[in-house]
């Protein structure tokens, strides 16, 4: 596989999970950029070493890990608003569904985020959670926890809205 075709058919859900992480789609679109660039600059070497499935492995890896990076950059610059630009609040149904979560997980610590989107959203396990953030399993599972409990007390009567899907 070429990187062209690599990054032209993951960059999509690079994406999403980047989204998802961040809350914000400039950096979500800066966060893939800088992910795909930092692939592309040892491609070679990674074609060589890994199949499909590790390619993506290690493109989550970069991705959250810029993101965490940034995220520990930005902290004192960061301006928190109570509304959400226009954009994100038009719609119905599925779409407010979307702008209610993505607001709650906007609300949780970057690694609370990080673990909420890649055991939920990609559906990875506790121990390949644990090996993305270079923890134990043990802190997934308390993160994970922790981090639920958060979004339970968040989404309170949207909550019930959430468990219809």
């Known amino acids: 596989m070429e990187f062209e075709e690599f990054a032209s058919t993951r960059s999509r859900r690079l994406f999403q999970i980047a989204y998802l992480m961040c809350g914000d789609w400039h950096q979500a679109q800066d966060l893939v950029q800088i992910t795909l660039a930092k692939m592309f600059t040892v491609w070679g070497r990674l074609r060589r070493g890994?199949?499909?499935p590790g390619l993506d492995a290690y493109a989550r890896k970069v991705l959250l890990r810029m993101y965490l990076s940034q995220r520990r950059l930005r902290r004192s610059t960061e301006v928190v608003s109570a509304e959400?630009?226009?954009?994100?609040?038009a719609g119905h149904g599925e779409s407010d569904l979307r702008v209610t979560l993505v607001a709650a997980l906007a609300q949780l610590p970057p690694r609370n985020r990080a673990v909420v989107v890649l055991r939920y959203l990609e559906d990875h396990s506790?121990?390949?959670?644990?090996?993305?953030?270079?923890?134990?399993?043990?802190?997934?599972k308390t993160l994970t926890t922790r981090s639920l409990a958060k979004l339970r007390g968040i989404l309170g009567a949207d909550r019930e809205l959430l468990l219809s899907l």
């Not at 959400?84 to 609040?89: A, D, N, R, V």
């Not at 506790?126 to 997934?140: I, M, Q």
């Open 126 to 140: 506790v121990e390949s959670v644990a090996e993305l953030l270079e923890c134990s399993p043990g802190a997934v």
């Open 50 to 52: 890994r199949d499909e």
């Open 84 to 89: 959400l630009p226009e954009q994100l609040t």
